[in-house]
């Protein structure tokens, strides 16, 4: 994974934090106001209950250089649990890669009827997998103390983020915090309780169609059944979990380029004002740009596995329900369909909000194209402008799969035009 740097073009003189006007009576500073204002957000304070849910499924440990801040002057004790920590989510990896090998092992000694639902949880587990090892690297490099830190630098609390009011309040995070974090806590508890219902439920019709779920070892041992159910709960949170972590960033960006944009339009209708800020504004909007690069330099390897193993579990369910209908039971349908829905709607909210980022990024081209340049002077201001116009018209400002391929809309709805293509022309043949 590539390390990030902050370039020395970004270290500006201006990235310093201002205090608000509202902080200041009678040319005294009011700490309490200073305290209660509501862009000065700490995003890691922020994050804890998300970092702690994901520490207890072994999904995060602390960074190497928060962990060193932690630990300075502290005892060993410290240390060794820090280390501790570190063992416990490789340990919970290991978990989710045994379920997956016991899984595809588990393919031979069950009835062919059930092959597609045992081939569908092998996809899963293997994503699930994927997301865990995906983070441990993560956690293993400086990458979000580095992106956090740019984020508060110089998009959140410098003195240009204020004047252009990029500044995202405190109310706005803790609340879509509050709607994704709540989602895939909802999803984790209820993806977790139906298979446990009907493992160790009253309900014999259900344990004898669920029974894919704990093979090679299908003789009924309850004891194996709540090893199995509780080792599912980790691959819940691993499924759920990081998403919900990259959607929570997707959207704090895209706010911060709508606030941009509204801004920009604003200091537009004072050409005597734009002229003066140009500079300012073009500076600014490359910090957000410049976030997004972060942000895909840390998330991209994610992206494009999450993206890949979801295409080809919805391609599998969707042929198993059109073409193939293979199916043993009404519970065998209904799992195809929960499935099928699930990583549809995980697909769709990946690249919807990754999508936004680029669309809202770029939407400020609308707005340079009604500038009138006649009342410029200078010759310094229109190479402002052309700059910002070769940024916007050059490389997309997005996150991509793996650094290849810009996620837009349009490739989205490439993606999903080839889908429907592919299936309608399959169901035609049978």
Request: aromatic share 16%; charged share 15%; with cysteine.
């Amino acid at each position: 994974m590539a390390k990030f740097h902050v370039p020395k073009a970004f270290l500006a003189n201006d990235v310093t934090m201002v205090t608000p006007i509202s902080a200041i009576s009678n040319g005294k500073l009011d700490k309490t106001s200073i305290d209660k204002d509501e862009n000065d957000v700490n995003l890691r304070y922020e994050f804890r209950h998300i970092f702690r849910t994901m520490a207890i499924f072994g999904l995060y440990h602390t960074p190497k250089s928060w962990r060193k801040q932690e630990t300075m002057g502290k005892s060993q004790s410290d240390h060794f649990l820090q280390h501790a920590h570190r063992l416990y989510c490789l340990f919970t990896q290991i978990i989710i890669f045994l379920n997956l090998v016991r899984t595809v092992v588990g393919f031979g000694y069950m009835d062919s009827s059930t092959l597609p639902m045992q081939i569908t949880l092998a996809c899963w587990l293997f994503l699930c997998g994927t997301n865990s090892f995906i983070w441990y690297r993560i956690c293993n490099t400086d990458t979000l103390p580095k992106m956090f830190d740019f984020w508060q630098t110089y998009c959140q609390s410098s003195s240009m983020s204020r004047m252009f009011k990029t500044s995202i309040s405190i109310t706005w995070i803790r609340r879509r915090k509050f709607f994704i974090f709540g989602a895939a806590i909802s999803f984790i508890v209820s993806d977790s309780l139906f298979p446990a219902f009907a493992r160790l439920g009253p309900i014999e019709a259900l344990r004898n169609d669920t029974v894919f779920m704990i093979s090679p070892g299908t003789d009924p041992v309850i004891m194996w059944d709540v090893i199995v159910q509780v080792s599912l709960v980790f691959c819940n949170a691993a499924f759920a979990m990081p998403p919900a972590f990259l959607l929570i960033l997707c959207s704090i960006i895209s706010q911060q380029f709508i606030q941009f944009t509204e801004k920009f339009y604003r200091c537009i209708t004072d050409k005597s004002k734009f002229k003066g800020c140009l500079i300012a504004l073009r500076r600014q909007h490359q910090y957000l740009s410049r976030l997004v690069f972060v942000l895909d330099d840390a998330f991209n390897f994610y992206i494009a596995a999450s993206f890949g193993v979801l295409i080809i579990m919805m391609c599998f369910q969707t042929y198993q329900l059109v073409v193939a209908q293979n199916f043993s039971s009404f519970l065998s349908i209904f799992l195809a369909v929960f499935w099928l829905s699930m990583v549809s709607i995980k697909f769709g909210l990946i690249g919807l909000l990754t999508t936004q980022v680029h669309e809202k990024a770029h939407d400020i081209v609308n707005y340079i194209h009604d500038i009138g340049v006649f009342g410029f002077k200078e010759h310094e201001e229109v190479t402002q402008m052309n700059m910002f116009m070769s940024k916007l018209n050059g490389p997309p400002i997005a996150l991509t799969l793996w650094g290849i391929v810009p996620l837009t809309k349009e490739f989205l709805l490439t993606v999903v035009g080839v889908y429907i293509t592919y299936f309608a022309l399959v169901a035609q043949t049978f």
